[in-house]
Each structure stands twice: as C-alpha cells, then as structure tokens.
C-alpha cells in the first residue's frame, strides 16, 4: 500500500469488452487512479482463457498508468456459502481461477461477496467461506489477498454485517491472505449509518476493533438509491443519494483513509459519468 499525497487514490470499475487491457485505457480515459475488473463475464460459468498478449499488454498498460493496486471482482454466480457440495465445489473452482488471474496480470486483490447458506445458520456459513479460502491458500502469493465485501443481504441475513467477517476469519488457517472491502451502499443500506464523519468513522472503528486495524483495504465508493436499513441494493451517483457528500467528504479528507484505494461502482448511464463522480470526489478531496 502506497500512500498518496493529496488523499485517497479514486477510480472505477470498468469494462474489459474485447480486450482485457482496454479496462486500462478506460480508466485513463476516465480519469481514474486506481482500478477493478471482471476478468469474465460475471453472469456465466464457462468462459475463455485469457490470451498471453491481452494479459502482456493488460499488465504493462497497468504499469505506465501507474495501476498498482488494481481489484479482480469475482463474478456474480458462484456462491462460497453454498451448502450445496457441486455448487459449492464449482464455485471455489472459480475462486481458484481469478486467484491465478490475480497473479498472471500482477495485480494484488480479489474481492469476493460472502455468498448465501440458505437454510443453514452462520456457523455453517462462516466455515463453508473460510475451507474456501483456506483451499486457495496456496495459490495466493505475498502480498495478495482476497478481500471479501459485505453486501445487502435482507433476505438471506448473512454477509451484511461486520461480525459475519469476523466469525470467517475465525476458521481462516492464515489471515494475512485475507482482507475486508467495503462497499458504502451496501453498508448503508444494511443499517450502518454512515452519512455523517461521526457514523461512518464509528463504523471504521468497529471494524478495526473486530476484525483489525490493517483488514480494510478497498472501498467501494456508492451512493445508495436505498434508504438506511431498507435492504435495497442500489447503487447512486455520488452526493445524489441517500448517504449524501458528508460521508463521502470525510473519505476524501481524513487521513485515516489516505492508503485505501477507493472504487467507483456508480451507474453506468449517459446521465452522470464516471468521469464527473471522479471530479466531485476530487473537489471534496481538495478540501471543499
Ligand atoms: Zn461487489
Ligand atoms: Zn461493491
């Protein structure tokens, strides 16, 4: 982790159509300072290799862009809670597959959502995700790590809530591979009331006191379209939604926050862009 200067380094999720490096020159384009990807497309199984060239030309844009701490979000279908053994099964295959893309295009994180245990209890839950993680283990080299994000979960009552991470990392065999991202909307929308500095630094004590002080590493900055509490995951423009600039300010300016990269997961319509959500950050960044 390399600190910036002027605060957080700011930038998006973007695409890969037709070429994995292209993500690189669309964060560029956008403005952005740091990065997250699909290596695949997230609402299918089967899915091609990567090519030795995108993944050259993917790693040596990444590094005349200055993209050193760029996230591989894991894609949406496999399920790590599963209590169901093929699911189950399929879905650490995948996990063990962005880990090797993790390492072929230099990148240090995979975020991963904690998945559903359906009709079985957290107990369950929590050890299902850590034998997941601990089955990867080996495959993830220093100092990578697999970041797992809390989600909005009304239904399903599991990955919403910062002791759900605590009580994996309690079954995990090596914590150092493993980290936290968090996702604003998602957190807000779970009932953490993060849309004034005082919540939403509450918050980042709670997870420093029951998960620890270094497990932060990513956040997934969104405003939510979903009221405190209401379960709705929605993500907003920045400054347009629910949360509001307050929270949003205090991740720009205090200092607390200097070392985490922070992503873009906003809309992606004609109405607001990536790059006008980058340059509203940069102005709370700046200090107004
Ligand atoms: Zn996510
Ligand atoms: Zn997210």
Not at 266 to 284: A, F, G, M, V
Request: glycine share 6%; proline share 5%; with cysteine.
């Amino acid at each position: 982790m390399v600190e910036n200067d002027i605060g957080p380094r700011i930038g998006a999720h973007k695409s890969i159509a037709k070429s994995i490096d292209l993500a690189v020159d669309r964060g560029v384009q956008s403005t952005c300072e740091c990065l997250q990807i699909f290596t695949r497309p997230p609402r299918r199984w089967d899915v091609p290799q990567l090519s030795p060239e995108a993944t050259q030309n993917f790693v040596q844009k990444s590094r005349a862009a200055n993209y050193y701490d760029t996230a591989i979000h894991m894609p949406y279908l496999p399920n790590l809670a599963s209590p169901d053994d093929t699911l189950f099964e399929k879905s650490v295959k995948v996990l063990h597959e962005e880990v090797e893309k993790m390492v072929l295009l230099q990148v240090p994180y995979v975020i991963t959502h904690l998945g559903s245990p359906k009709n079985q209890d957290e107990r369950f839950a929590a050890k299902r995700v850590a034998d997941a993680l601990n089955r990867v283990r080996e495959y993830i080299k220093d100092p990578s790590m697999i970041l797992l994000e809390n989600s909005t979960a009304k239904r399903k009552k599991w990955g919403n809530k910062i002791e759900h991470f605590e009580k994996i990392l309690g079954h995990v065999q090596e914590e150092q591979y493993v980290g936290i991202c968090l996702d604003t909307a998602h957190a807000y929308s779970s009932g953490y009331d993060i849309s004034t500095s005082e919540g939403l630094n509450e918050v980042i004590d709670l997870i420093e006191a029951q998960i620890g002080k270094d497990k932060l590493r990513l956040i997934h900055i969104n405003d939510s379209k979903g009221k405190l509490g209401s379960g709705i995951d929605h993500h907003e423009h920045i400054g347009k939604g629910y949360i509001g600039l307050d929270c949003f300010r205090e991740l720009m300016q205090n200092p607390r926050f200097k070392r985490l990269p922070m992503i873009l997961e906003t809309p992606k319509d004609d109405n607001i862009c990536d790059k006008e959500n980058l340059e509203l950050l940069r102005r709370l960044r700046s200090g107004e």
